[in-house]
């Protein structure tokens, strides 16, 4: 059974840092692309950025220079260090796995999700 458990998240100021941590069970980081999206509230669903199986990432143009991706894979977690946050990064944050090898998945392709997380940035 996979399971992606999400923590992190909260209240911030607009220019400070959070964490969000996305711990994998049921799959090897090895084997998985696993995203981060984030949805506000009257908007469609974003990606935010990927982590490909091979440690590859990639990133939404917004968050490009401010948000890092990175995984440990002995601990199957992976993480979204967000830093220089604006009020527009506010969403609830989702992570995401697709069992895909070799390239990035589509959207329609990740096939686990976490339960969400909260990221509220004031100004």
């Known amino acids: 059974q996979v399971q992606l458990v999400q923590s992190g998240g909260g209240l911030v100021q607009a220019g400070g840092s959070l964490r969000l941590s996305c711990a994998a069970s049921g799959i090897t980081l090895s084997s998985s692309a696993i995203a981060w999206y984030r949805q506000a509230p009257g908007k469609e669903r974003e990606l935010v950025g990927v982590?490909?199986?091979?440690?590859?990432?990639k990133y939404a143009d917004a968050v490009k220079g401010r948000f890092t991706i990175s995984r440990e894979k002995a601990k199957k977690t992976v993480y979204l260090q967000m830093n220089s946050l604006k009020p527009e990064d506010t969403a609830v944050y989702y992570c995401?796995?697709?069992?895909?090898?070799?390239?990035?998945?589509?959207?329609?392709?990740?096939?686990?999700w976490g339960q969400g997380t909260q990221v509220t940035v004031s100004s």
């Open positions: 982590i490909s199986s091979g440690g590859n990432t």
């Open positions: 995401a796995a697709a069992g895909i090898l070799g390239r990035w998945p589509e959207a329609y392709e990740y096939d686990y």
